[in-house]
């Protein structure tokens, strides 16, 4: 096996160190983040760091690039208190990924992207309406991250829209039903196959 050590990472060129740490810890989680500002500008934005904090109350970060630069679905969620998150499926993996393109303010992705917003039970941000599973979203709390200057975003789940035979009889969402897709790295996404559900784990005697 080749070992890699800090010192050949720091040496790396930076495009090339980006895609080889980002793709390190294998397969996450990607969608795309629904927002508005108070002047009805409407972003979507792919992510790829989104992680469960906690299910009592549910609780959802990802974090954010540093803001050193506009930064529209951070600067959204700050202003209005909301967003949405919308899973990706196959259908439109290559309209999602457009979404990390640079647009100024007065472009929206969803737009430039071909994808469609959806507004649902009057919650403020808006949902991907192609997506089919999808979560409004309130803003809590910041972290900085001194270490790399980026910031975990804290949302507290409000609402969810998900296909109703999804969920199966002990709360499990089975993602395979919703065609929800994954990733690894900053442009590689991935179809999955469970292997196995297994049961809680105990102690051996």
């Known amino acids: 096996m080749k070992n890699i050590t800090t010192d050949h990472i720091n040496e790396m060129e930076h495009r090339y160190r980006a895609s ?6 294998g397969f996450k989680s990607v969608a795309l983040i629904g927002t508005k500002n108070k002047a009805n500008q409407e ?14 109350p549910p609780l959802i970060g990802m974090i954010v690039r540093p803001d050193s630069v506009e930064r529209h679905t951070l600067e959204n969620i700050e202003e209005t208190g909301f967003y949405t998150i ?8 290559e309209q999602a990924h457009h979404t990390s393109a640079r647009y100024p303010r007065n472009i929206s992705e969803f737009e430039a992207s071909g994808l469609t917003p959806q507004y649902q039970e009057n919650f403020f941000a ?16 910041k972290i900085p991250i001194p270490l790399n200057d980026t910031l975990m975003i804290i949302g ?16 499990f969402i089975d ?3 919703t065609k929800s897709i ?7 996404y991935h179809r999955t196959e469970r292997i196995v ?5 105990k102690a051996k005697n």
Not at 156 to 171: A, F, H, N, R, W
């Open 197 to 201: 559900r297994l049961p809680y784990a």
């Open 86 to 93: 919308n899973h990706i499926m196959e259908s439109f993996v």
């Open 43 to 56: 972003n979507l934005s792919i992510f790829n760091s989104l992680v469960h904090l906690g299910s009592n």
């Open 175 to 177: 993602l395979e039903i």
């Open 156 to 171: 507290k789940v409000k609402t969810i829209y998900l296909p109703e035979e999804s969920i199966l009889s002990d709360g």
């Open 20 to 25: 080889f740490i980002n793709s390190l810890t």
């Open 126 to 141: 808006p949902f991907v309406k192609e997506s089919s599973v999808q979560i409004g979203m309130e803003f809590q709390t």
């Open 182 to 188: 994954t990733n690894s790295g900053l442009d590689s």
